[in-house]
Structure formats: C-alpha cells, structure tokens
C-alpha cells in the first residue's frame, strides 16, 4: 500500500467502528477553523455548502477548481484531515484519475466519489435526478483514485437515495469495497433512520461506514457508535444552515431596530475576527522584520 499523507493517516487511525469520528462540513476556511477549534475531528468539504456559499444549486455547476482551491485553504489554516467531496468525480474515470492527484497534491486527506451519474444533482433535493452509474463502471472510478495514491477513498453509494432498495445498495457497497475502498458512505433521505439501521445491520464490515444523518437527526452519535459499523459520522450541513440564519437574523434586525447596536452582543465582535485571522502570528511577524 503507498504511504498516506500525514493527515490521511490521522482520519485513517479515526475511523474506529466503535467510537466513530465526526466530521463537520465548512464552506470556507474560516468554517474550517471554527469546526477544528470546536473539536471535530475532521472536515467535510462540502459541494452542498460550498455550492449555497455560492447562491448556485448543488448539481455539478461550480467548476473543480473553485472546490479544489477552497480544500487547500482550509487545510492551510487548520490541522484537521479534509475529506474532499468530489461529487461525482467530474466525469468518468479519466476525469477521476486527472482531478485526484491534484486534491492529494492540495494536501487532502480523503476525497469521497459519489455513483450517481454526472452532472449530479443534490441527494437531499424533492423530485431530484437520481440516476447511478454501472457497477463495473463505479468500481474503475474508484480504482483510478487509489490509484494516485496518498489518500482515502471513501466510495458513496446512492443506491437507497435513488430508491434502488437494500440489496442494490449492499451489493454496490461490497463492490466498492471489492475494488479497494476504504470505506463505503450509504446515504438516505428517509425522515427516520430505519432503512439506515437496516443497511448498517446487514453490512458484513468489510470497510467502515459512513453516514451524513441530515434527514434522520434523531438518531444520536452514541446510537451509531453502537451498531459497530461505522467509522465516520458526517454533519452534511451545518456550518451553512448555522451561517444563514445568524445572518438573516442579524440583517432583519438591523433594518428593523434602524441602527447597528441592537444586534451587538449577539455577534462575534471585531477582536474575535481578527483572533480568526491569525492577528497574533502577524504582530510577530512585524515585530521580527519591519524596520
Ligand atoms: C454534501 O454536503 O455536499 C453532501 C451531503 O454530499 S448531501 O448534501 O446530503 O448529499
Ligand atoms: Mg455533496
């Protein structure tokens, strides 16, 4: 096996199926930094967040390197492992195996590729294009991402999303572990965690799961932690869902109230931004070198 980059190898020595890691999604780098310093344990670089950071819907339409970039700088302002979310892979295998180097290169510690076709469009949407790829042909994707070495591959099957039912999405998990997964994410946007619990129940453990519980929120990290199947619980959206409506809020407010000092104590204040921005590392670099 090619050796993992340090924080591949961190995320890796996470993925215990008794006491599984949590991820938060960010869409920036600040995002980034607040869920480090909060203490989750990796995180999720988001296409969801980082495409209603944008005001464009989650379906394939911001180009690679404006995700790409995004996983490199929040891994430059914070130390957790990056799980880059690579959607479908940006086209087929060929497409895989020329955009991966370049995430290993951007210094993330996994990229995740989904089975559904490209362009994607997003799990959670009502009435949304949920077609998946052949097996076969999902197998040579994620084989083109082992491929470059340096990083987890986690393979997401949309199989239950698409409604395809247990046994499509249990034979496509074992095939994507089958083709060198390192772990397998199974998704649902079932409003109770049922066909959840039955998937992770059923699962032999070849590989660690994955889970994103955005549509089934009831079910605790504890009550994951004790299936023993799953390594990696992923908070899908909630840096972006928190950001919206402290910032609708606050926006309301100061319309409303006709000045800015009513909303004061309820937002983060300017010293608390210029801590985020790194202020101390810069008054020690002006101190060492400005003359
Ligand atoms: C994302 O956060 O971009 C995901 C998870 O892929 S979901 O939106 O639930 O599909
Ligand atoms: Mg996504």
Known sequence: MTALNTRAATLRAKLDVSRPAVAMAAHNPLAAKLAAEAG????????????????????????????LEMMRAMGEVQEAPVIADIDTGFGNAVNVAYAVPKYAAAGVAAVVIEDKTFPKDSSLRPGGRQEL?????????????????????IARTEALIAGLGQAEALSRGAAYAEAGADAVLIHSRQKTPDEILAFCRAWPGQVPLVLVPTSYPQLSFADVGSLGKVGLIICGNHAIRAAVRAMQETFRRILAEGGIA???????????????QGDALMREIEKAYLR
């Open 40 to 67: 989750f344990d990796a995180i999720w670089g988001s296409g969801f967040e980082l495409s209603a950071s944008h005001a464009v819907p989650d379906a394939s339409i911001l180009p690679m390197d404006t995700h």
């Open 133 to 153: 790829v052949p097996v076969g042909e999902f197998q040579g994707k994620v084989e083109a991402a082992k491929a470059a070495g340096d990083m987890l591959v």
């Open 262 to 276: 009513g909303v004061e104590s309820s937002i983060a204040s300017v010293s608390d931004v210029f801590a985020l």
